[in-house]
């Protein structure tokens, strides 16, 4: 079972390992999540869980709460998201027709570099591999280095923030019956860089693309986990004009909506668990909002 947290749930676990928390609900908590750990189940960290834990200014803090995720994670890692991305590209094509065979799907491998799909290029960092991987959470008295610590990609975070911002503006430039074709094209101009990278790599022609109808591009970018999601998620923002974002709503979509695509599940904040569970749409994930819920009827 893979079991996905939202970084605010590592946190809590956190807490009540460094008895900040320490009533019977929490000890019982924690000790089902070590438990868990040490038998089939797997709570890998993403990208995401590294980026929102370089942020933590404190370095006490961030080394104790490392030191829990290193712990329970067990250096499990959650595939990064070009790769879940292009490999939907791949078996989305497949369906239609095209002559290419699919890479393997592996979402689960260890390490920060398999999280953010890169590889180690020294061969000293190759040779202490888990050192140096445990050392990204916890620091390392050996090397007299702390954990990683101040990764600024507020950048990523403010388009995204702005991008959100606009929509409930830029919709009244169209006609409410072309909504429905903005949150498609929305979709698919998200991807364009992953698909050329599919089309160069198995020297595919544009003119694939190019001869689709948009109805068969609709269920190109639908028969996809994270365009359906992505297209679920700006509906919702889409339909109310109250909507506020949030500067964390990058890793929220990113993070936890594509692991409610392929994980079994994703224990997140009450918000993001009703955006996720609105208008019919079915995460493959059991989305749950407290942490001695995941057990709940599992054997």
Known sequence: MIVY?????????????????????????????????????IFPLASTHFIEFSRIGNVGRRKRLGELMWKISKDKTFAPYPSIVEREIEVALRKLGVDIKPRPKQLIGEGIEFAFGVEFQSELLKTFKALVNKSVLTGSEMFDIDPVGSVNLDSHRNNFFNHLSQINEKK?????????????????????????????????????????????????????PTRKLDIHLHRQVLKNEQYKPKKSDLE?????????????????????????????????????????HVFKNFA
């Not at 364009?192 to 599919?198: E, H, T």
């Not at 392929?262 to 009703?274: N, Q």
């Open 5 to 41: 947290l939202d970084q605010n749930k590592w946190i809590e676990l956190a807490r009540i390992a460094n008895g900040l928390d320490t009533t019977v609900r929490d000890k019982n908590i924690l000790g089902e999540f070590l438990a868990a750990s040490k038998s089939k189940c």
């Open 172 to 224: 009244h430039e169209l006609d409410k019956s072309k909504w429905d074709d903005w949150l498609h094209a929305m979709s698919m101009v998200d991807i364009i860089d992953p698909l050329n990278r599919v089309f160069q790599k198995n020297s595919l022609s544009v003119s694939i693309m190019e001869k689709l109808s948009k109805e068969q591009h609709k269920e190109f970018l639908m028969s996809m």
């Open 252 to 292: 929220d979509w990113g993070g936890i909506g594509v692991a409610s695509c392929y994980c079994d599940v994703v224990v997140c904040e009450k918000h993001f668990a009703s955006l996720l569970n609105r208008d019919g749409y079915i995460p493959k994930a059991r989305i749950v909002t407290k942490l001695d």
